[in-house]
């Protein structure tokens, strides 16, 4: 993907990045490659598995991200969105399906 050339790079996310930072980083990293150049000053900055985080780095994660980042939050964008409609549409299995389904059901495969 970075082989690709462009004036501008747009991310959108379904989620909160998963909450994942090895995410985060990737994301950010294709954003902006000359600013996250290597992962190792984030990761030991942000090191989730240790609890161990960098107060300074955060504050100067934040401002970042704050820079170029929409967050919407969930209420906001429900306030906006018109009902789900959900629609159930039962159909039978195939013979196929029955015995690759039973099968995994009870272990067999």
């Known amino acids: 993907v970075r082989k690709i050339h462009s004036r501008g790079r747009v991310i959108l996310t379904g989620t909160p990045m998963q909450n994942n930072l090895v995410e985060l980083y990737a994301i950010l990293n294709y954003l902006y490659p000359q600013y996250f150049t290597t992962p190792v000053k984030f990761e030991s900055a942000f090191n989730i598995t240790l609890n161990q985080i960098d107060p300074a780095m955060l504050l100067k994660a934040n401002k970042l991200l704050k820079l170029f ?41």
């Open 69 to 109: 980042m929409i967050r919407r939050l969930k209420d906001e964008v429900e306030k906006l969105m018109p009902q789900k409609i959900e629609t159930k549409i039962l159909c039978p299995l195939s013979s196929s399906q029955i015995f690759w389904y039973k099968g995994f059901l009870m272990n067999e495969i």
